[in-house]
């Protein structure tokens, strides 16, 4: 979700720091960007029907929240691998935390914009003199970059959006404090749902349909770390047996959200809730098997070096993905 980004925010002054969680040869821990969710079903899934254990792996996921910023874990060794949105670690690289994409799980973005259809708004053009929530911490470089490219200020008034600082919850819309908000497919927009809001009382509008979407839940990891080979090893154990869980968790979407509420400690999921957001998060992985694509790539940092005059990144990232551990894993 949104709040990885926030990452990128804090990972300034981590660089050069080389880490690792333990020494030991197969034990692996994961961070998670958000708490315990279908979002994360891949990994849950391959803990419990013993995939990492194939590959003789020890894995610990850890849970994400608010307060917690992946990279910064990454950089004390508190994690061997995090996930992360690539706008966030690519923020976070150019800052001088040197972390790459090992793996690339989601092909597909889920953000997108929930908007009130008694606004008026039916594309990009209507947006002017409209109020838009936006999620920052590094979330607002997508959006941003979609208005630079529609040539719509961001600045407020008639001819532009006023922008809203979001926050967790989908109440500036239920609230008619915005007439759009930022909403995951998979969370967000069932939120509003939820609330009792009929989906004919919407309009939506998917980053990915705009051109405008980049890559969410990457598998990143320390680029030092990855010259030890008893570390590229377990990685690409790892690697691969994510990617089964991710599979199965596909295909199986009820036992794999389930699988995820036996592993919140909080018990503040619920059974509805996650089975609609594994069904929504299936859609996202369809199509990757962990290999990132290289347009995909691109893509991503083409939306991001266009975000006008304050871009999230603001030169071609050089060594920010590999394919040495997917290219071994998948083969």
């Known amino acids: 979700m949104k709040k990885m980004?926030?990452?990128?925010?804090?990972?300034?002054?981590?660089?050069?720091?080389?880490?690792?969680?333990?020494?030991?040869?197969?034990?692996?821990?994961?961070?998670?960007?958000?708490?315990?969710?279908?979002?994360?079903?891949?990994?849950?899934?391959?803990?419990?029907?013993?995939f990492?254990?194939?590959?003789?792996?020890?894995?610990?996921?850890?849970?994400?929240?608010?307060?917690?910023a992946p990279p910064q874990v990454l950089a004390g060794g508190g994690a061997d691998a995090m996930l992360?949105?690539?706008?966030?670690?690519?923020?976070?690289?150019?800052?001088?935390?040197?972390?790459?994409?090992?793996?690339?799980?989601?092909?597909?973005?889920?953000?997108m914009l929930t908007c009130w259809k008694d606004t008026g708004i039916t594309g990009p053009q209507d947006f002017k003199g409209k109020t838009i929530g936006v999620w920052f911490f590094g979330n607002e470089y997508p959006f941003l970059s979609w208005m630079s490219q529609e040539g719509i200020s961001t600045d407020g008034g008639d001819d532009g959006v006023t922008v809203l600082k979001q926050g967790f919850n989908v109440d500036p819309l239920l609230q008619r404090e915005a007439d759009c908000i930022s909403t995951m497919t998979y969370n967000e927009y069932g939120q509003v749902l939820d609330a009792g809001v009929n989906p004919d009382e919407l309009v939506t509008f998917k980053y990915e349909e705009q051109g405008v979407a980049t890559l969410e839940d990457g598998i990143y990891v320390l680029e030092d770390n990855l010259k030890d080979p008893v570390f590229e090893d377990k990685m690409v154990r790892f690697v691969r047996a994510s990617m089964k869980g991710w599979k199965y968790a596909e295909e199986n979407a009820e036992e794999a959200a389930n699988i995820v509420l036996d592993n919140d400690e909080t018990g503040a999921q619920t059974e509805a809730a996650q089975v609609r957001m594994m069904g929504e998060?299936?859609?996202?992985?369809?199509?990757?098997?962990?290999?990132?694509?290289?347009?995909?790539?691109?893509?991503?940092?083409?939306?991001?070096?266009?975000?006008?005059?304050?871009?999230?990144?603001?030169?071609?990232?050089?060594?920010?993905?590999?394919?040495?551990?997917?290219?071994?894993?998948?083969?």
């Open 84 to 111: 992360n949105w690539m706008p966030s670690a690519l923020a976070a690289r150019e800052k001088g935390l040197p972390v790459v994409n090992i793996a690339q799980p989601f092909k597909t973005s889920g953000l």
């Open 281 to 331: 998060i299936a859609k996202l992985t369809a199509g990757s098997n962990g290999a990132l694509v290289e347009a995909d790539f691109q893509r991503t940092v083409d939306t991001l070096l266009a975000g006008g005059s304050d871009p999230v990144i603001s030169k071609q990232p050089e060594g920010a993905w590999t394919s040495v551990i997917t290219d071994k894993a998948l083969n």
């Open 52 to 68: 990492y254990e194939e590959e003789g792996l020890d894995v610990t996921v850890l849970a994400g929240g608010p307060d917690i």
């Open 5 to 50: 980004m926030m990452a990128a925010a804090v990972a300034t002054g981590l660089g050069g720091v080389a880490a690792h969680a333990d020494g030991h040869a197969n034990s692996v821990t994961l961070q998670l960007q958000w708490v315990t969710q279908a979002q994360f079903a891949g990994y849950y899934v391959a803990l419990d029907k013993g």
